[in-house]
DNA sequence: AAGATTGTTGCTTA
DNA sequence: TTAAGCAACAATCT
């Protein structure tokens, strides 16, 4: 599930590769991931170019100009979307991935051959030979082109980035106060911080040694402040490790994320907690989501 | 073979 | 009016 960091990585990753290159042809299997009009897709991108690309929350933001106009090419990855970036020929096997065995290697994050797949939906030619794949398994990803006005709009509806200037401990602890669901669906509403997502979001609270299920409002100050400095740690720790592979994320050049060496409670169920090595990490079900944390070393 | 998987939206309920 | 809760969505794996 690529998440803040995955979506981070890619952007960087992407930023060295696309920009500024001539968007030659554009081939669409699966028009319904096209939540703008279809119709001026094609019509908006052939022959633009990237000049920048940005993010917020899980969100790609590719900007290009269409006449005098700037314009948005929104990209949102959801679950299982991953963009592949191809330079030369080599990896490009003429469309015969779809073995169920070739098929699971290449999400697990093993890019071993087989480009374009069934899973390719959208595919972007840069000049002649560079190709940019989005490949989505359960289709939930989508791509929209927006004006300036209607990203502003989007952008409004996002919270507060803890990468950024205004994660404060002063603004965190304002949005905290008086919430009365418990902390983990709060920590996973992109309207309050945006980013997080199932993995980090049980990370972070194991690191605080706060049990999921609290109420926002019944934290003590200090395990807020510890919820605070955690999310900030641990975005900033998954970056520098590229994000974290669990099934399917892989950066644009197929690799897998590091920072899954360093889950600690995430998929860890059944196991003993890292910590105190004395308990069993439990798996249940808060905010809907598959929830891990050590019964012991959370509170 | 039914249930789990998750990010987001939009509807319902409090 | 606002916040919280939850079903729905899609496709695949266990």
Redesign the pocket.
């Known amino acids: ?1 690529p ?1 803040l960091p995955e979506v981070e990585t890619i952007k960087n990753d992407l930023s060295q590769k696309v920009l500024n290159k001539k968007i030659s042809k554009i081939v669409i299997k699966k028009p319904k991931l096209v939540k703008s009009s279809y119709t001026n897709f094609k019509k908006d991108l052939l022959g633009a170019s990237f000049f920048e690309i940005d993010r917020i ?3 790609l933001i590719f900007s290009f100009r269409k006449g005098k106009k700037e314009k948005y090419l929104l990209v ?1 990855l ?2 299982t979307g991953q963009f592949i970036f191809v330079g030369h020929n080599s990896l490009v096997a003429g469309g015969h991935a779809n073995s ?1 065995e070739e ?2 290697r290449y999400r697990m994050g093993g890019l071993e051959k087989g480009l374009p797949n069934k899973f390719s939906h959208i595919i972007f030619y840069f000049g002649e030979k560079e190709i940019l794949y989005f490949n989505d ?4 990803g989508y791509m929209k082109i927006v004006t300036k006005d209607e990203l502003d709009i989007i952008k409004n509806k996002y919270g507060i980035e803890p990468l950024q200037k205004n994660f404060t401990w002063k603004n965190f602890q304002k949005i905290f106060q008086n ?4 902390i983990k ?1 709060f920590l ?1 509403k ?1 309207d309050v911080i945006s980013g997080l ?3 980090y979001v049980d990370e972070i609270l194991f690191a605080s040694g706060v049990l999921p299920t609290r109420t926002v409002a019944a934290l003590s100050e200090g395990e807020l402040r510890k919820v605070f400095e955690n999310t900030k740690s641990i975005i900033k720790k998954a970056i520098k490790y590229r994000g974290t592979t669990f099934s399917d994320y892989v950066d644009s050049s197929g690799k897998r994320g590091n920072f899954s060496d360093f889950l600690k409670v995430y998929g860890k169920q059944k196991t003993l907690c890292p910590k105190c090595a004395r308990t069993e990490i439990l ?1 249940i ?1 808060v905010a ?3 929830t891990h944390f050590c019964p012991y070393c959370q509170n």
Do not use: D, P, V, Y
């Open positions: 599930m998440e929350g899980k969100l949102h959801k679950m169920k098929s699971k398994m359960r289709q939930f919430k009365k669901t418990n669906a996973l992109q997502g199932n993995i798996k079900k809907g989501r598959g």
